[in-house]
């Protein structure tokens, strides 16, 4: 180890820094840099699809911006057009004092009690060709916590499902908790090879993605899970000219993906399922004649692991042995004001209804539909200090539609024929606080010369479908507004409060602590009422728990 770090330090002095800068999904870093973004300091690299090889951000030496003499990484040359760049070591802590908290952290599961990620590694460029070495490690303590009864025979499973009569069992591979003994966990991370021919791309690895404009809780793909392996082809971000008058049309973004999930060790002890195939296929276009706005749409598509499955990777309306779904939106960016606007939409395969394709839409058009969308505005607070804020809002629909209660339980997130569901080695590959409910964000962040504090405010219910499901073939007067008695007043519901900073110790070393307090309404949803003398039930309130996160951070800027 020691002479790993004094490799790193000797390439620090010897060679000197080159821009621009390439970051992770969601670090520290890159959340600065598209703040600049917002300000009009530097332009997005991406339109829609984002990885940690697609993050790649410049910014003019004589911008002037809060961390302008902070180290954000550099490259150093090696030989010929080879460079490389060092990453980390990093390492993440938190702790959890009553119940499991934690998002968007990858093969990190934020249990209770401590929890930790490490990780560093390396890149290098040149000639076309990237190689990225960037493994992740994690630890969970996994103390014990009260779960529901279990919907699977591992009594870990997710905590709802149904029966399809004329298939399998309906649910998804999202253990409450993974197992019962501490554990440690990794994975290849941001690790990848890829060769790059101008902006058309190959490779191969299992770098995360990041698709469409939201902040906290995208619908189709997040860096919410573990990697997985995957082989994708494409464009990067790419001006579009008309052929000969050299007219510009604005920019594309094209990219195709195939990858393996696999089953966590909760679910069942059927081998033949252990592994799903998953097609991708992103597109996005920034028109030249509406400058800030980009629109996107997304395709989706889960199916077993089978060779000849290989055919799903165009899209297909067989709804026969897969599941598909798609998402689309905007972004819409305005650096004069410092001010965007977003939103996306998805969609859950096809609407079901006995009519052609196109009236199946006009007469349900908002079947299975969920929705992110949000805002983010900057806020000058000493420019003469370098003292900037920024605001974000983002809220976010996942619940199943009202049209569900006249056909059968239903969660976006579920699905009749990949039994997993959406989820890869046991957590959610989306949106990873409100799977199956509804979230709303407030976040306001200062920048200053030394590093970056936070203010979040929010709310979640984690799977209101969980509820909404017993409506289901029933009728809320029945037996004297039974299911209002029993349900009306047991929704699960999360009230976060948290504050976060980042500071520069020095040159070379980026500190980080933060604490949120998560007030857990009803944490297990209802308990059984107790019964009055004539054998209805009684309300007999909400149960409360108090959960405090505390976290830390320490990365080496190398």
Not at 248 to 266: K, P
Not at 379 to 402: A, D, H, R, V
Not at 430 to 443: E, K
Not at 520 to 541: H, L, M, R
Request: proline share 5%; aromatic share 18%; net charge negative.
């Amino acid at each position: 180890m020691n002479k790993y770090l004094f490799i790193c330090l000797l390439f620090c002095i010897v060679f000197p820094a080159i821009l621009p800068a390439q970051e992770s999904l969601k670090s520290i870093e890159e959340e600065y840099y598209d703040f600049l973004a917002l300000q009009g300091l530097t332009e997005r690299p991406t339109l829609n699809y984002r990885t940690f090889s697609d993050s790649l951000w410049t910014v003019d030496e004589d911008a002037a911006h809060p961390w302008q003499d902070n180290n954000l990484g550099a490259w150093r040359n090696l030989f010929g057009n080879f460079r490389m760049r060092v990453y980390g070591p990093e390492l993440f802590m938190s702790g959890n004092t009553a119940a499991p908290y934690g998002q968007n952290d990858g093969v990190l599961w934020q249990g209770r009690g401590f929890n930790s990620l490490f990780k560093g590694g390396v890149r290098f460029e040149g000639y076309g060709i990237e190689l990225t070495l960037l493994p992740h490690f994690a630890f969970s303590q996994n103390a014990p916590f009260e779960i529901m009864q279990s919907h699977y025979k591992n009594e870990y499973g997710y905590f709802w499902g149904y029966v399809n009569p004329q298939s399998n069992s309906v649910g998804a591979d999202a253990p409450q908790r993974f197992g019962d003994k501490p554990f440690f966990d990794w994975d290849f991370g941001d690790s990848e090879i890829r060769y790059t021919w101008k902006t058309l791309t190959i490779g191969f690895g299992t770098q995360p993605i990041w698709l469409g404009p939201a902040y906290i809780n995208p619908i189709l793909h997040s860096n919410n899970a573990p990697v997985y392996p995957k082989f994708d082809i494409g464009l990067r971000r790419q001006e579009v000219r008309l052929p000969w008058l050299g007219w510009y049309l604005g920019d594309v973004e094209a990219r195709l993906w195939v990858g393996r999930l696999t089953e966590s060790d909760y679910f069942d002890n059927d081998a033949s399922n252990d592994y799903t195939m998953f097609h991708g296929l992103a597109f996005a276009y920034a028109p030249s004649f509406l400058p800030g706005l980009t629109l996107f749409v997304n395709r989706v598509c889960l199916v077993d692991w089978e060779w000849e499955n290989l055919k799903f990777i165009i899209p297909s309306n067989a709804n026969t042995i897969e599941d598909q779904k798609a998402s689309f939106g905007f972004s819409w960016i305005f650096p004069q004001a410092g001010f965007e606007v977003f939103g996306e939409i998805g969609i859950d395969d096809f609407v079901y209804g006995g009519y052609t394709p196109i009236l199946s839409f006009i007469r349900h058009p908002f079947h299975t539909t969920v929705y992110t969308g949000g805002l983010r505005k900057t806020l000058n607070i000493k420019p003469e200090k370098s003292i900037y804020g920024e605001i974000i809002f983002e809220s976010n629909w996942m619940e199943m539609t009202q049209d569900f209660q006249l056909q059968w339980p239903y969660s976006f997130y579920f699905h009749h024929l990949i039994i997993h569901g959406y989820t890869n080695r046991g957590q959610w590959l989306g949106n990873g606080s409100a799977p199956g409910g509804n979230s709303q964000y407030l976040s306001f962040i200062l920048y200053y010369p030394k590093g970056k504090s936070s203010f979040t405010i929010g709310r979640n219910n984690p799977d209101s479908n969980f509820i909404y499901k017993n409506a289901i073939d029933a009728s809320a007067k029945d037996d004297d507004h039974l299911l209002q008695r029993r349900y009306f007043r047991k929704n699960k519901a999360n009230f976060l409060v948290g504050i976060n900073t980042s500071y520069f110790l020095n040159s070379k070393l980026l500190l980080s602590g933060g604490m949120l307090y998560d007030l857990i309404i009803n944490p297990v949803y209802y308990y059984d009422n107790e019964k009055d003398a004539d054998g209805k039930d009684i309300f007999q309130g909400n149960i409360y728990l108090h959960n405090f996160s505390f976290q830390l951070g320490i990365k080496v800027l190398l």
